[in-house]
């Protein structure tokens, strides 16, 4: 064998065992167990705006949308409030077997009476929920949902968070993120699907 193909012959071989190894590789990767999607939602308990204890129970039995935000929003927040508020308008009668939640990311500003306050420009079916920092923090943790403070002038301060809509099943189960781009009639009829 001349030198350049003692070479060629070399070069081969590493290449074939290379994607041999790879393959080996890619095969035992397979056979792993594949860890299952991270879980959305899960035990909570906080205060609706007519002070009523609201836990994940009652998430059972009818469909839920869940968005998360603050009274003092500028834009997102009541956007997509008035957009839920329209969907539900167009469930007609069937709007009373959704869940429609407004979970506050600001408990240090939003009580209660600041809740009930705030929810009377939209839709009744609305419930906003608060709670102390922990309550809120936890039920922040479970349904993966980024809320930072962003301080402003004179101490003033927004809040910087997850801006989609949670649709959870009649069993609590998160189903996927609603979308609200379209119409309000498309939007309650995906709904209906899951009462």
Partial sequence: MNRNTRFLVIAASFGA???AGLLLMLWAMGMQNVAPPV???GPFQLTDQNGQVVTEKNLKGRP???FFGYTHCPDVCPTALFEISEVMRA???DADRVNAYFVSVDPDRDTPAVMKDYL???DPHLKGLSGDQAAVAKVLSSYRVYARKVPGKDGDYTMDHT???YLMDRDGRF???FSLKRSA???AADLKRYL
């Fill in 175 to 177: 189903v996927a993120p």
């Fill in 64 to 66: 839920t949308l869940i």
């Fill in 39 to 41: 879980a959305i939602g």
């Fill in 185 to 187: 009639e498309e939007a």
């Fill in 120 to 122: 009377s420009s939209f």
């Fill in 163 to 165: 801006a989609l809509i």
């Fill in 91 to 93: 469930m007609g009668g």
């Fill in 17 to 19: 065992s290379l994607v």
